[in-house]
């Protein structure tokens, strides 16, 4: 009993629900092991006591709590205190403030004396009690930006035909955003390996691959040398090869190719010197970013030398403060400048982006997306190894229909480090996913509330949760939401679901996400019966509602079947085909009767692409406050993005956008493509339409001409990149 005692106090689980109602112990091995990764010990029963002796008298010295969340606009209730203790109140620039006045949304500093002597500092967290909202009800598009080609970009979708996906779709159909999967800095491969295809496991967070940068729209490319113009060229001739490449069927995306070209353009682009205003534009977004960018520009750095595991680097390069790495950062000085601009110039071209998205009548523009977690050898584990749970992983618990549970491989936060730390490490995430986004998914949602631990060298089934600050977790995303007026979606769709943490999300403002293939609930008629597709009206409002995303198969490979038989290909369906087969097609069909009491079904269920388009009217009769169509389902594709559990058996997270015979379709041929805009229209009529949209317009209009000039120009308003706003 004194161990749970101990695993209660740092709220590590002794039980969990493998499924409602059926509670599972958790071994004792794995009680200690993540105790250990607390800092706690509690390997025998004497170290067990002594730990619990250690934090009962800790709480009774303690003077104030290492944070405090509390509303914004309402006074300060530091909690108790004894009778005479001195406080003060300083706001984030320093200024005294009087905590007696309701307080400001941001994070102060609280100090406390005692009359006994004892002294205390506080980080006080004032959060609204909401996020902000989306101004209207509205449907976009969801897509990996990768997937999606156009003539001009090099063999992988870039930023800048994320503008002009952004510009005609809202011009032509008046969407209001374009849903993007992550964009983070990836990891790259080592000795010839190569990356990692994921974007799931990124090696930063806080930062934007620029690979995703679009060469041409770079301001120092038209004053390139004459030698440099002829290279650039050059590498721009390659690129056209490459994008040829996989625009033939059965083509792939090639990250690391592309990333090679793009690596070999930037090196050329940056020997051109910056104009005076785009050079202080440049040392501003320096100073803005400071030791994260620093931090992340340095482990770029050293990975080009050392490979990217700074778990292997030699001579104290894997602490990223210590003497030996403070004199690599000066030996590399150009090559953290190198990594430094590109971070500038992407984050440049992201800005954009938005900019162009609102100025075309977009309510929300981009929406980014923010994964749970980040690569155990990459840049954000280097700079926040003091935070981070030593020998621990993040995973997901065991559960019916996956008994041996998953380990995600990504390190874990202390939940008492982030505490201890304000919560800075994890308020520098959200506002750098914040700083460019129209509204923000936060991936893995339930992980602000608890997570399960994994210790090293154990089975996913011998984890624990971990609980967190759930209220300080929600009250920083509110606040830096609040401060970025971004909208914020949550990934709350883990099976099963957890009500209590939805009505808190939904308690925010957060918006939850609703997956049509999962919206099911008993018949009305037989309690406790079958589930059933849920009508439309009692989906819930405070959602994005989708047909289908990354995880999740293309909406004609589930209709035909196709995608079932891929994973019979793959190994990943349990029990004979057959079988599954007859309850997929049940499971359908119980979806397409519906649609057709609905009358959704104008040209029969022998029609695929009328079936797709009245799975989306249906989305529009939902209460939903925003409709994401998958921009794959508008082209046809049948390939899924992903196939969970496949690993290399399946080209995941490689797949250029195709048609529904296998062959690409280019960013131009989508948008003269009257599948794309039958589709498009149908949803936004539902919708009712917006002010000033044109849906189903000219279907031969194709692209903004607004974008059509190469380089930085850009939209109407006339301000360049070096103008972009600060966050």
């Known amino acids: 009993m004194s161990l749970a005692r101990l695993a209660a106090l740092h709220g590590v689980a002794v039980s969990y629900e493998r499924t409602p109602g059926r509670s599972v112990p958790v071994h004792d091995d794995t009680l200690v092991a993540v105790l250990a990764a607390l800092g706690v010990d509690a390997a025998g029963p004497a170290a067990v006591a002594a730990s619990i002796a250690a934090y009962e008298t800790a709480e009774r010295d303690r003077l104030l709590p290492a944070t405090l969340v509390r509303p914004a606009g309402t006074v300060l209730d530091p909690g108790p205190l004894p009778d005479g203790t001195a406080t003060a109140l300083a706001g984030e620039d320093g200024a005294e403030l009087d905590p007696r006045a309701p307080l400001p949304p941001g994070v102060h500093t609280l100090t406390a004396t005692a009359p006994d002597g004892r002294t205390g500092r506080a980080t006080v967290i004032a959060a609204p009690a909401r996020v902000p909202q989306p101004a209207r009800r509205g449907a976009g598009l969801a897509l990996p930006l990768p997937a999606l080609l156009s003539t001009r970009s090099w063999g992988m979708g870039d930023l800048g035909d994320l503008a002009e996906l952004a510009a005609w779709s809202a011009r032509t159909h008046g969407l209001d955003f374009v849903q993007l999967g992550p964009l983070h800095a990836a990891v790259p491969g080592a000795a010839g390996r190569p990356a990692e295809p994921s974007p799931y496991r990124p090696s930063s967070r806080r930062f934007t691959d620029p690979v995703h940068l679009r060469i041409e729209d770079i301001p120092e490319y038209r004053y390139l040398a004459p030698d440099d113009r002829a290279q650039a060229a050059e590498l721009a001739g390659r690129a056209a090869a490459l994008r040829d490449r996989v625009r033939a069927k059965g083509g792939l995306v090639d990250r690391d190719e592309v990333w090679r070209l793009k690596r070999a353009a930037l090196e050329l682009l940056l020997r051109v010197e910056l104009t005076p205003g785009r050079r202080v534009a440049y040392h501003h977004f320096l100073a ?211 009500p209590a943490v939805r009505d808190a999300l939904a308690a925010r403002g957060v918006l939850g996400t609703s997956a049509l293939w999962n919206q099911r609930e008993p018949a009305p008629e037989t309690p406790g019966g079958i589930p059933c597709p849920r009508p439309p009206e009692r989906w819930r409002a405070d959602a994005l509602a ?177 103008e972009a706003p600060r966050a």
């Open 288 to 498: 803005e970013q400071g030791q994260p960018l620093d931090d992340y520009a340095a482990w770029c750095a050293l990975a080009e030398i050392h490979g990217p595991d700074w778990r292997s680097w030699p001579g104290g390069l894997a602490d990223p403060r210590s003497t030996a790495t403070t004199r690599a950062r000066h030996d590399l000085l150009d090559r953290i400048d190198f990594h430094c601009r590109l971070a500038w110039l992407t984050d440049n071209q992201l800005w954009r982006a938005q900019r162009i998205a609102r100025d075309a009548g977009m309510a929300v523009g981009v929406i980014h997306d923010l994964v749970a977690g980040v690569h155990p050898s990459g840049a954000d584990a280097w700079a926040e190894q003091s935070v981070l749970a030593a020998g621990c992983t993040a995973g997901t618990a065991p559960r019916d229909g996956d008994a041996g549970g998953t380990d995600r491989g990504v390190p874990v936060w202390r939940p008492d480090r982030l505490a201890a730390a304000g919560y800075g490490p994890y308020r520098s995430v959200l506002r750098a996913a914040l700083r460019r986004a129209g509204a923000l998914r936060v991936g893995h949602v339930s992980g602000l509330f608890r997570q399960w631990w994994v210790p090293a060298g154990r089975p996913p089934a011998e984890g624990t949760y971990v609980s967190y600050d759930a209220e300080a977790m929600l009250g920083v995303l509110a606040l830096e939401a609040h401060r970025a007026g971004t909208p914020v979606i949550g990934d709350d769709q883990e099976v099963p679901a957890d």
């Open 546 to 722: 989708a047909v289908t995303g990354h995880g999740l198969p293309p909406t004609a490979a589930r209709l035909s079947g196709a995608y079932l038989a891929l994973r019979h290909e793959l190994g990943l369906v349990e029990g004979p085909l057959p079988a599954a087969r007859a309850a997929d097609a049940v499971e359908v069909g119980t979806w397409l009767d519906l649609l057709d009491r609905l009358r959704l079904l104008p040209g029969g269920r022998a029609d695929e692409a009328s079936v797709i388009t009245g799975l989306y009217r249906f989305l529009a009769r939902t209460p939903a406050r925003l409709v994401a169509v998958w921009l794959p389902d508008a082209a046809g594709d049948r390939r899924p993005q992903h196939v969970p559990g496949a690993g290399q058996d399946y080209p995941g997270w490689r797949l250029p956008v195709a048609d529904p015979d296998g062959r690409t379709v280019l960013l131009e041929e989508l948008a003269d493509a009257p599948r794309t805009h039958r589709l498009l229209a149908e949803v936004v009529r539902e919708l009712g339409g917006r002010a000033g949209a044109q849906p189903g317009g000219d279907v031969s209009g194709g692209l903004s001409g607004e974008l059509r000039g190469a380089g930085s120009g850009g939209a109407r308003s006339g301000r360049t990149d070096q």
